[in-house]
C-alpha cells in the first residue's frame, strides 16, 4: 500500500520569498507522484506529475518538483511567491498495484505575507 | 462540458435522510472516481469505476455508501439514512484511463444537520 507524508500543516512565507512543501512517500512499486493545489471553495487542480520520467518535474504556475528515490521525497517549491500562491496543497501518490487510485497526503496550507 | 461537474454544489439534510450526488465526468473518460474530503480524515478514496468493470468498492465507509454509473457516464453516489460524521465535501474525478490525470470537479459541500 501507498501513502504520502507532507510535512508541515501550515507554511507562511513572504511575498517573493521560495516556497518549499516538503513530501514523502512510501510505496512498493514505481510510484506516479503528484502535487494539487485547492483554492477556497474550488476543487482540486494538477500543479505537476511525476509518472517516471524525468526526476525535476516542471507545472504550472512557476512550481516545480524533484523525485528523489533515495529519499522518497518530492518536495514541491517555488523560487518565489505571489499572493496568488495562498491555498491549500496536497501531495499525492498511485501506482499500478491499487489500480492509480490516489493517496493523499494531509495537506499545507500556504499563506503569503505582503 | 470542457471539466467534470457535480451537483449540487451545496447540499443540507437532516440526519437520516437519504441524498444523492452527483458527477457528470469529461466525455470520452473511462475511469470516474468518487473521494471524500472531511476535517477529521482528509482526502480519502471512496469508489472507483473503470469502463465496464465491476466497481472498487474499497474506499466505501460503510453500507450506507453506494454508487452507480449509468452508461459509462454519469455516476450518482448515494448515502442512505446519513449521520453527521458524513458531513463532508464530496470530490469527483475522471481520467482517460487507469494511470491518467485525474481531473477533478468543484466538489459538493454536504452538511447533515
Known amino acids: 500500500a501507498q501513502s504520502v507524508t507532507q510535512l508541515g500543516s501550515h507554511v507562511s512565507v513572504s511575498e517573493g520569498a521560495l516556497v518549499l512543501l516538503r513530501c514523502n512517500y512510501s510505496?512498493?512499486?514505481?510510484?506516479?507522484l503528484f502535487w494539487y493545489v485547492q483554492y477556497p471553495n474550488q476543487g482540486l487542480q494538477l500543479l505537476l506529475k511525476?509518472?517516471?520520467?524525468?526526476?525535476l518535474v516542471k507545472g504550472i504556475n512557476g512550481f516545480e518538483a524533484e523525485f528523489k528515490k533515495s529519499e522518497t521525497s518530492f518536495h514541491l517549491t517555488k523560487p518565489s511567491a505571489h499572493m496568488s500562491d495562498a491555498a491549500e496543497y496536497f501531495c499525492?501518490?498511485?501506482?499500478?498495484?491499487?489500480?492509480?487510485?490516489?493517496?493523499f497526503g494531509a495537506g499545507t496550507t500556504v499563506t503569503v505575507r505582503a | 462540458g470542457a471539466g467534470v461537474s457535480q451537483s449540487p454544489s451545496n447540499k443540507v439534510t437532516e440526519k437520516g435522510k437519504d441524498v444523492e450526488l452527483r458527477c457528470d465526468p469529461i466525455?470520452?473518460?473511462?475511469?470516474l472516481y468518487w473521494y471524500r474530503q472531511s476535517l477529521g480524515q482528509g482526502l480519502e478514496f471512496l469508489i472507483y469505476?473503470?469502463?465496464?468493470?465491476?466497481?472498487?468498492k474499497s474506499g466505501l465507509p460503510s453500507d450506507r455508501f453506494s454508487a452507480e454509473r449509468t452508461g459509462g457516464s454519469v455516476s450518482t453516489l448515494t448515502i442512505q439514512r446519513t449521520q453527521q460524521e458524513d458531513s463532508a465535501v464530496y470530490l469527483c474525478?475522471?481520467?482517460?484511463?487507469?494511470?491518467?490525470?485525474?481531473?477533478f470537479g468543484p466538489g459538493t459541500r454536504l452538511t447533515v444537520l
Open positions: 511525476y509518472t517516471s520520467a524525468a526526476t
Open positions: 510505496s512498493s512499486v514505481p510510484p506516479y
Open positions: 469505476f473503470q469502463g465496464n468493470s465491476a466497481p472498487d
Open positions: 474525478a475522471s481520467s482517460l484511463g487507469v494511470g491518467n490525470e485525474q481531473f
Open positions: 466525455s470520452g473518460h473511462t475511469a
Open positions: 499525492a501518490v498511485s501506482d499500478r498495484s491499487n489500480d492509480y487510485k490516489l493517496s
